[in-house]
DNA sequence: GCAAATTAATGATTTATTCAAG
DNA sequence: CTTGAATAAATCATTAATTTGC
């Protein structure tokens, strides 16, 4: 526990400064590249990995989220103390999802701020499109070649946010994973081990058994 | 969407069949390693890659569980109404618990066999230890480098599962991280283009100092 | 003033839920 | 309906603030 290894990142202020300049402006969920560069720009303040922003705006994310559903129901409490029986239930469930699916308004011109944290932007949005905002590749940008991005499921959530048809959604982060996995893991899985035994397994004879393991009352609703 | 082009892997029988076999046998998340090492077996009935290897014993386990908690609840419920009042309530959470936490007993003798699975195995629990099983640096086998594997966050589950003290694991993927995100992304943040420095990683300076920012309300109990 | 003890903030994981292809 | 894939919510654990007794 030496000072010199700290088992997890601190955010020098600067980093901090930016990192929540960049969310106020609207960034909530980095591509993979844009991550890339913002860790490098973020690298000039101190140490600091992808993985240190992607977690950050991650958890900002999150936390900002849950912020604001806390305050919004407290406020329909209040109201409801005050109204009572006018406002009807479902009007709460109503706020919250909108809460969860809206995207900063700020972020049109937010994005022209940072663009240049997007190498080869796709055509910006021209206009009130703000659910687009975000889509990195809105064209065919990665066309080329493979993203050269990070790996990891959880950067592919840099993608995401956008609620442009799941379908083009998926392809993209399929994109990034061939991309990625690829280059990381996927050396080549048949030849991987080459030399070694890895013969016709006849491991698992028939040892079989298994058991459970482990349960927590669901209330799985039948849908 | 040609079926040459399928979006998502789809096993071969085979393949199937020796999952299944493997975690009948017990491997309930299988460590970097051996996922590189089934993945590169697998390849021989057919396409696959580290990631659906990764999935499929996920989600499998999780179904897995889940079935048994309905399961174990169905029962419960049959046995409430059977005795009514003569079951203490706390029984059932009791149970889930036990579920939740329980080892697969399997392992021990699934371990041994499927061992080849585990490149540099520490020496062997000799005995009645099955939470260690799974534990691939029981020693100090990572040791030497990196750990060579693959990536994500999601990967590094993969050493999971095992309660030994939470602390150790951290110690483990902390490792992991190291050896990963290291190798993929952090070819050097701050010399992000140059020449791909990517040696004498020495993570972690003097970083220090950050800020506060938002707030919430925990509900932590005082220990 | 200054450590030890508590509490709050937040970086990092894990689990549960969801989505959609086959 | 099953299940591969992905995300978000919940959780854990460590670090920084803050308080407290001397």
């Not at 070649?145 to 990070?150: A, F, V, Y």
């Not at 993608?159 to 799941?166: E, L």
């Not at 991987?192 to 209330?219: I, M, Q, R, V, Y």
């Amino acid at each position: 526990m030496s000072p010199s290894t700290s088992a997890r990142w601190c955010p020098t202020p600067e980093q901090l400064m930016i990192l929540e300049e960049m969310y106020r402006a609207g960034v909530r969920t980095p591509s993979a590249s844009q991550i890339q560069q913002i860790t490098a720009h973020l690298s000039l303040y101190g140490k600091i990995e992808g993985k240190n922003v992607f977690y950050w705006f991650q958890n900002h994310k999150a936390r900002d989220r849950q912020k604001m559903r806390r305050k919004l129901t407290k406020q329909l409490q209040q109201q409801q103390q005050l109204f009572q029986q006018h406002v009807s239930p479902s009007c709460c469930s109503l706020c919250h999802s909108y809460l969860d699916h809206h995207q900063c308004p700020a972020s049109a011109s937010a994005f022209r701020q940072l663009s240049y944290y997007s190498p080869s932007l796709p055509p910006p949005p021209s206009s009130p499109l703000p659910s687009m905002i975000y889509a990195p590749q809105g064209g065919n940008t990665t066309g080329g070649g493979q993203m050269l991005t990070m790996d990891c499921n959880k950067w592919t959530e840099t993608i995401r946010d956008v609620p442009r048809s799941r379908v083009e959604m998926e392809k993209s982060m399929m994109k990034m994973y061939n991309g990625d996995w690829m280059m990381v893991l996927d050396m080549d899985p048949s030849e991987f081990c080459p030399a070694k035994p890895l013969k016709t397994l006849e491991l698992f004879p028939t040892t079989s058994t298994n058991l459970g393991e482990d349960s927590k009352d669901s209330a799985t609703q039948p849908v």
